[in-house]
T-cell receptor, first 111, second 116 residues
């Protein structure tokens, strides 16, 4: 079974700080998705990265897919309280198309 | 508005009392899936369906049943709920297509179930 290890599991920072969330696996994925989940809601897609080495930016969020398509990172610059939430990475299995989710990173940004 | 709708959103029940959590999507998606979310364990797939009358087990199917009689509906059935099924449940759907970037899920808002 493919596993996706996400770290850290919890992160509490002050407004304005930078942070990076990591998503690692020993297996190759055809693509990787990042979702954000707010309390009382379901996860919502932020971005999909497809090509090894790909970098995508979404305002202050930068997503990177590893060259070997086994890992990914999410970097947030100058975090704001509105960034608070649960961030989930999900890898797409190459042979089945099944999504494998990481455990999630709970981010709290204090004003 | 394109969405996945789950009901009920909150439910407290007792051990052994059968319950059904409904899920409906209005996007004509072929693929639907149920997940449970528990602290430290992320999202674990319970059952999924590739199309009408086609269902299959996910990673944690024990104690659950599903059916897919219509494309838009995918109910989750707990025949005899137990306390270890206390969890936050999500239904999700997507269009099936090939190619990179496929399988982006649209999730419902979640159903929080407590089994006493």
């Amino acid at each position: 079974t493919q596993l996706l290890e996400q770290s850290p599991q919890f992160l509490s920072i002050q407004e304005g700080e930078n942070l990076t969330v990591y998503c690692n696996s020993s297996s190759v994925f055809s693509s990787l998705q990042w979702y954000r989940q707010e309390p009382g809601e379901g996860p919502v897609l932020l971005v999909t990265v497809v090509t090894g080495g790909e970098v995508k930016k979404l305002k202050r969020l930068t997503f990177q897919f590893g060259d070997a398509r086994k890992d990914s990172s999410l970097h947030i610059t100058a975090a704001q309280p509105g960034d608070t939430g649960l961030y989930l990475c999900a890898g797409v299995q190459s042979n089945t198309g099944k999504l494998i989710f990481g455990q999630g990173t709970t981010l709290q940004v204090k004003p | 508005e394109a969405q996945v709708t789950q009901n009920p959103r909150y439910l407290i029940t007792v051990t052994g009392k059968k319950l059904t959590v409904t899920c409906s999507q209005n996007m004509n998606h072929e693929y639907m899936s149920w997940y449970r979310q528990d602290p430290g364990l992320g999202l674990r797939q319970i059952y999924y369906s590739m199309n009408v009358e086609v269902t299959d087990k996910g990673d944690v199917p024990e104690g659950y049943k599903v059916s897919r009689k219509e494309k838009r509906n995918f109910p989750l059935i707990l025949e005899s709920p137990s306390p270890n099924q206390t969890s936050l449940y999500f239904c999700a759907s997507t269009r099936i297509h090939s190619g990179a970037g496929a399988n982006v899920l649209t999730f419902g808002a979640g159903s929080r179930l407590t089994v006493l």
